[in-house]
């Protein structure tokens, strides 16, 4: 009796200490993994699902981790990549709780290497400023999906590039005038491939001043000419046009058949004395409505200038600016300092006194 007492007391002793069906599983189980969704790019957005789970009915947080390391703040389902991620591979973690506060985790498998975003261009590059030969422009960078942190410039004229032309402003030039100047911005952000945007064209590029006052020309000829005069004639047109000559004081000049308010002359050098004998046939000169330019001076140019290494087409644009500005009522000028722009009204064929050769007005010509 003693013995099967006591066997009936260690029986009940181990029933007593076995686990319970309920206790010998875990409450909560993962039974597929949480999966992430979305381009591991910087700039975009990964959403996490939260995976599968028994039983069905549990709540789920979540925790992204950089690698191994959790990211701080990043506990919702969708996390937004930032610089900071750019190479490395991330994963979300799950935490799955049941209605008695059993929890279970899962993690996800791991990302692709997040790679450098886009920036996309919300707004286009501008150009500030008064878009006239002489003045300087500015650009603006626009607006971007994400705040640059380095820009750089490419000033284009019409659509080529202009050499040299690389920082936010830009002092316009006479190659400008007439044609459409705008802006190519690249802009940079950390953790974003570089991204460029042009500003959209406006209007041409006008010259220094409007026209303040027109004046009409007709161009003959002296004695034997041996030089094209279809070359004479573009050639000087081309000078009385140049956003660098007269025109920068609001002169606009017009070729006509005859008559007008002057005449051009290319006279063979022995008929210039012709015209006064103030005039010599060494050089150029004018003399009441004729502007006389000398066909050897425009051949060959000055020997002073040829020294000097200057080029003929710039020696033509100087002694058809130069004889003009005679008609239009300017004096000569002397060399206002060594190594300063000669006016181009000093009579520059002969002699500088220190000045550099300058085919066109100065500054302060064009007062």
Request: proline content about 7%; glycine content about 10%.
């Amino acid at each position: 009796m003693l013995l099967r007492a006591s066997l009936l007391s260690l029986l009940t002793t181990l029933a007593l200490l076995a686990p319970s069906p309920a206790q010998a599983a875990d409450p909560v189980v993962s039974t597929a993994p949480p999966t992430v969704s979305g381009e591991a790019v910087v700039g975009g957005v990964l959403r996490a699902t939260p995976g599968t789970w028994v039983p069905a009915e549990v709540g789920v947080t979540y925790r992204w981790l950089r690698g191994d390391r959790p990211i701080p703040g990043a506990t919702t389902a969708a996390y937004r990549l930032v610089p900071a991620d750019l190479g490395s591979r991330l994963v979300v973690r799950a935490t799955a709780t049941d209605a008695d506060g059993h929890t279970a985790v899962a993690t996800s498998a791991p990302t692709a290497r997040v790679a450098r975003g886009l920036l996309v261009n919300r707004r286009p590059p501008g150009v500030t400023g008064t878009q006239r030969y002489g003045r300087t422009v500015a650009a603006t960078t626009g607006r971007w999906s994400v705040t640059p942190r380095r820009a750089t410039y490419q000033w284009l004229r019409g659509a080529r590039p202009i050499r040299g032309a690389t920082k936010r402003r830009y002092s316009l030039a006479p190659q400008d005038v007439g044609r459409r100047v705008r802006v190519r911005v690249t802009v940079r952000a950390h953790g974003y491939q570089p991204a460029t945007a042009v500003s959209r064209a406006t209007g041409a590029v006008g010259h220094r001043v409007g026209v303040r006052r027109t004046v009409t020309y007709h161009v003959e000829t002296r004695g034997r000419i041996t030089t094209s005069l279809k070359d004479f004639r573009r050639l000087a047109q081309e000078t009385y046009d140049d956003p660098r000559g007269w025109r920068a004081k609001g002169v606009r000049f017009v070729r006509v058949a005859r008559g007008g308010s002057f005449t051009l002359v290319l006279s063979e050098a022995s008929r210039v004395p012709s015209f006064s004998p103030i005039c010599s046939s060494e050089w150029s000169c004018r003399v009441g409505r004729f502007v006389v330019i000398n066909q050897t001076r425009w051949k060959h140019a000055s020997p002073g200038w040829n020294r000097a290494g200057g080029a003929l087409r710039g020696y033509r644009h100087m002694v058809v600016n130069h004889e003009t500005g005679h008609w239009l009522g300017k004096g000569h000028a002397g060399c206002p300092g060594p190594g300063r722009l000669a006016p181009v009204m000093m009579q520059q064929s002969k002699g500088l006194a220190g000045c550099r050769f300058n085919p066109w007005p100065t500054a302060g010509e064009l007062r």
